[in-house]
């Protein structure tokens, strides 16, 4: 069975310009929630999705914004990027909204430069 | 806000003795946990679970445990292997609010 997947494996961006990340959950996942992981710390929350609507978010600027598609297939939007948002984007998925296990997808390496 | 952390930034353990990694969570309402394994270059991998009203769950090779009284939760790795070589993180949930993960530890397995 496929696992979380997500697309582009890498990316590179300039200051300033927009990025759309793209994640597709465990079949049968409804809830899709976007992590940015800084390297050498842990995931930071930033949304969660579920049945299409945002249920969570995390403290990030508003540059950052999200969506779920009715297959439960979501995207991460980040506009005006700064250099600091050079990080390694997760996407994970669970059944339900809260209290499930939840899998992560390999990630989307950005950088911007 | 509240934060889960690790003690040990690092552990290096010889190949097939029993690796043990802590973590200590801040949020005294939290009611489920998850350990993390991630190598280098990879999304974090599931392990094994754990929620509040239990205090041990044994999964292949793993255990993890649960003090809620003092709000410490454990990893143990029996006959540690090659393998294991990764940075394993701990996270915390509190029912309807998100995962809180702490930095992580990197575990090295020496031959």
């Known amino acids: 069975d496929a696992g979380v997947t997500q697309s582009p494996t890498h990316l590179i961006k300039t200051r300033g310009q927009h990025v759309t990340l793209r994640c597709s959950p465990i079949s049968g996942h409804k809830s899709v929630s976007w992590y940015q992981q800084v390297l050498g710390q842990g995931p930071q929350f930033i949304f969660q999705?579920?049945?299409?609507?945002?249920?969570g978010r995390g403290n990030f600027p508003d540059r950052f914004s999200a969506r779920q598609f009715p297959n439960y297939s979501s995207e991460l939007n980040v506009n005006a990027l700064l250099l600091g948002d050079s990080a390694l984007y997760l996407c994970?998925?669970?059944?339900?909204?809260?209290?499930?296990?939840?899998?992560f997808g390999p990630g989307t390496r950005l950088t911007v430069t | 806000g509240e934060s889960v952390g690790l003690h040990l930034p690092t552990l290096s353990v010889q190949e097939g003795d029993n690796s043990i990694i802590n973590c200590a969570y801040s949020n005294s309402a939290s009611d489920y946990f998850i350990w993390y394994k991630q190598e280098s270059g990879k999304g974090p991998q599931f392990i094994i679970d754990?929620?509040?009203?239990?205090d041990k769950r044994q999964g292949q090779r793993v255990t993890v445990l649960l003090n809620k009284t003092v709000k410490h939760l454990s990893l143990q790795i029996a006959a540690t292997q090659p393998g294991d070589s990764a940075v394993y993180f701990c996270?915390?949930?509190?029912?309807?609010?998100?995962?809180?993960f702490g930095p992580g530890t990197r575990l090295s397995v020496l031959p």
């Open positions: 996270a915390e949930n509190s029912y309807g609010q998100n995962f809180v």
């Open positions: 754990i929620r509040s009203n239990m």
């Open positions: 999705y579920y049945e299409k609507e945002e249920r």
């Open positions: 994970a998925s669970s059944f339900g909204q809260v209290n499930y296990e939840q899998y």
